[in-house]
């Protein structure tokens, strides 16, 4: 019986490991932050993220398991992010997980970074009875899915250039406001007005579920290249960029969720932990009708207890990986299981 998961999570600048019970209940779950390491750069350096995932990831599986007390000795499974991601960031987690789960002979599952996101629901009080479409917005994602079933994705749409939070990442630093780029702008929207300035809104096609980011960053690289209002303040532009970001995401979801007859919209990935896009979320999805499903905060961004709640699902069925699993940076969407190849 597979019941007890190690999920171990390295695609980018998250050093993450944890422990689950049941694909439901946490046990675990243990994240390492590299913010301190990237913050000069205003971005994450892949090879520095590659070096630090090697010096931490013996350390936060230990701490893991330490804090999942006498369950890590009857672990069943070991689930593991091979992609998309940083090839070199997920190698480190993934060589660590193979070696584990060889020692111990335990099964091995290799986990899209993205249907962890989703499967970040599961561990909730509350999670949404199926079918719900997802939207997904993180750092390097933007994507809809429709999900039929705990492995059951349908690829809906996604971004066709820049990902929400790789935005606001941009615009954090066009203003000079460091890296990470979202949770300052969060906290400095609330500080200003967001009808100000209004910068434009892609939509591309409104009936349609893919979205465009890269101009909004460009409008506001030449809004503080240009003339401004002297009334202008930094609040004033990373409120009406934020909206416009918000706006967008937003409609798309609500237009998904009522394209397929849902009743039942979930919003995950790192900026689902944005207030005002929680707020505003809430509100639309209310007017329409329809149940919104919101993880916690601390499960929205990168970390392990959704990968391993996701390979719980996966080992259950019997999709063990071989030693031979491989990372990839990118996903192609195919077919209604939303098929990595």
């Given at each position: 019986?597979t019941?007890?998961?190690?999920?171990?999570e390295?695609?980018?600048?998250e050093?993450?490991?944890a422990v689950t019970?049941g694909?439901?209940?946490i046990?675990s779950?243990?994240v390492?932050?590299q913010?301190?390491?990237h913050?000069?750069?205003?971005?994450v350096?892949?090879e520095?993220a590659?070096?630090?995932?090697?010096?931490k990831?013996?350390?936060?599986?230990?701490?893991?398991?330490?804090?999942?007390?006498?369950?890590?000795?009857n672990?069943?499974?070991?689930?593991?992010?091979?992609?998309?991601g940083?090839?070199?960031a997920?190698?480190?987690g993934?060589?660590f997980?193979?070696?584990?789960?060889?020692?111990?002979g335990?099964?091995?599952?290799?986990?899209?970074?993205?249907?962890?996101h989703?499967?970040?629901?599961?561990?909730?009080?509350d999670?949404?009875?199926?079918p719900?479409?997802?939207?997904l917005?993180?750092?390097?994602h933007?994507?809809?899915?429709?999900v039929?079933?705990?492995?059951?994705?349908?690829?809906m749409?996604?971004?066709?250039?820049?990902?929400?939070g790789?935005a606001?990442d941009?615009?954090?630093?066009?203003?000079?406001?460091?890296?990470?780029?979202?949770?300052v702008?969060?906290?400095?929207?609330?500080?200003?007005?967001?009808?100000?300035?209004r910068?434009?809104?892609?939509?591309l096609d409104?009936?349609g579920?893919?979205?465009s980011?890269?101009?909004?960053k460009?409008?506001v690289a030449?809004y503080?290249r240009?003339?401004?209002?002297a009334?202008t303040t930094?609040?004033?532009?990373?409120?009406g960029?934020?909206?416009a970001?918000?706006?967008?995401?937003?409609?798309?979801?609500?237009?998904?969720?009522k394209?397929?007859?849902?009743q039942?919209?979930a919003l995950?990935g790192?900026?689902a932990?944005n207030?005002r896009?929680?707020e505003?979320m809430k509100?639309a999805a209310?007017?329409a009708g329809i149940?919104?499903?919101?993880?916690s905060?601390?499960?929205?961004?990168?970390?392990?207890?959704?990968?391993a709640?996701?390979?719980?699902?996966?080992?259950?069925?019997?999709?063990?990986s071989s030693?031979?699993l491989?990372?990839?940076?990118?996903?192609?969407?195919?077919?209604?299981?939303?098929?990595?190849k």
């Open positions: 019986m019941d007890i998961i190690l999920g171990i390295t695609s980018c600048d050093t993450a490991a019970s694909g439901h209940t046990l779950n243990v390492w932050s913010v301190a390491t913050h000069p750069y205003g971005g350096v892949p520095l590659s070096r630090k995932h090697m010096e990831i013996v350390p936060v599986v230990e701490e893991a398991l330490a804090i999942a007390g006498g369950h890590a000795n672990i069943d499974g070991v689930a593991v992010t091979c992609g998309p940083l090839v070199g997920l190698l480190v993934l060589s997980a193979k070696a584990f789960a060889y020692a111990r335990l099964p091995l599952t290799g986990v899209n970074h993205l249907h962890g989703i499967a970040a629901l599961y561990l909730q009080p999670p949404p009875p199926f719900f479409v997802a939207l917005a993180s750092g390097g933007t994507n809809l899915y429709y039929a079933g705990p492995m059951d994705f349908e690829h749409g996604q971004t066709r250039d820049d990902a929400a790789e606001f941009k615009v954090a630093k066009i203003l000079g406001l460091g890296y990470p780029g979202g949770m702008i969060d906290r400095l929207s609330q500080q200003g007005d967001p009808e100000r300035i910068f434009p809104r892609a939509f409104k009936t579920f893919d979205f980011f890269s101009g909004i460009t409008a030449r503080v240009g003339e401004k209002e009334s930094i609040p004033d532009i990373a409120a960029f934020q909206e970001v918000v706006d967008v995401l937003v409609q798309k979801g609500i237009s998904a969720a394209a397929r007859a849902c039942r919209l995950v790192g900026v932990s207030h896009l929680r505003r509100q209310q007017e149940a919104v499903h919101i993880p905060p601390e499960l929205c961004t990168d970390n392990a207890a959704m990968i709640a996701m390979g719980y699902h996966q080992l259950s069925k019997g999709e063990n030693l031979d491989d990372a990839y940076s990118k996903t192609s969407h195919s077919g209604r299981r939303g098929v990595v």
